[in-house]
T-cell receptor, first 115, second 114 residues
Framework: AQSVAQPEDQVNVAEGNPLTVKCTYS??????LFWYVQYPNRGLQFLLK??????LVKGSYGFEAEFNKSQTSFHLKKPSALVSDSALYFC?????????????FGAGTRLFVKA | GAGVSQSPSNKVTEKGKDVELRCDPI?????LYWYRQSLGQGLEFLIY????????KSGLPSDRFSAERTGGSVSTLTIQRTQQEDSAVYLC????????????FGPGTRLTVT
């Protein structure tokens, strides 16, 4: 069965510093990987995805993520954090071999960016 | 264009009552998903519909939960004999009928069971 782990409940970073939000996954086949963001009082929004090809994918708002097959990780990164990046971030995985459209989300990581 | 809409936005019900939650997906999206987000928790997969295929109900927590999708568009999630542990935000999402496409989420229905 597919699963996703976000080992940090919360990440704190100062504005202007680089940020990393960690995600590891487990699937029996090849994964489709996603990051979504939930701003306060707003719905979940898609940030970026890895389907195939280049391991480094770029998404909205300057975010990027690197797919590492050997470490089964898909960490979210941004070179310079903004206060407005403070939100709840979810990693998600779909097992394209067995899971069809079923998508499993991690528990979420709350990012606090301090001015 | 119009996004995913859900109704009602808030629902307060007494324990033991049945509730129906509605989702209108984005026009042209043939995949539709339901998730549950409990306070401070992640998203729990409930069910998805994809085109005319049989739905994947593997995430429904009990037989009190059911969902249907009429005409390949609007979906209704029904919870029978609600319990206090059913209190959560129920999120609906839709996506294009191609694997790998991102999901577009609705604003959710906040269900409170008293």
């Amino acid at each position: 069965a597919q699963s996703v782990a976000q080992p940090e409940d919360q990440v704190n970073v100062a504005e202007g510093n680089p940020l990393t939000v960690k995600c590891t996954y487990s699937v029996s086949g090849n994964p489709y990987l996603f990051w979504y963001v939930q701003y306060p009082n707003r719905g979940l929004q898609f940030l970026l995805k890895y389907i195939t090809g280049d391991n480094l994918v770029k998404g909205s708002y300057g975010f990027e993520a690197e797919f590492n097959k050997s470490q089964t990780s898909f960490h979210l990164k941004k070179p310079s954090a903004l206060v407005s990046d403070s939100a709840l971030y979810f990693c998600a995985v779909r097992d394209i071999r067995t899971g069809g459209f079923k998508t499993i989300f991690g528990a979420g990581t709350r990012l606090f960016v301090k001015a | 264009g119009a996004g995913v809409s859900q109704s009602p936005s808030n629902k307060v019900t007494e324990k033991g009552k049945d509730v129906e939650l509605r989702c209108d997906p984005i026009s042209g999206h043939t995949a539709l998903y339901w998730y549950r987000q409990s306070l401070g928790q992640g998203l729990e997969f409930l069910i998805y519909f994809q085109g005319n295929s049989a739905p994947d109900k593997s995430g429904l927590p009990s037989d009190r939960f059911s969902a249907e999708r009429t005409g390949g568009s609007v979906s209704t999630l029904t919870i029978q004999r609600t319990q206090q542990e059913d209190s959560a935000v129920y999120l609906c999402a839709s996506s294009l009928d191609v694997t790998g496409y991102e999901q577009y989420f609705g604003p959710g229905t906040r269900l409170t069971v008293t």
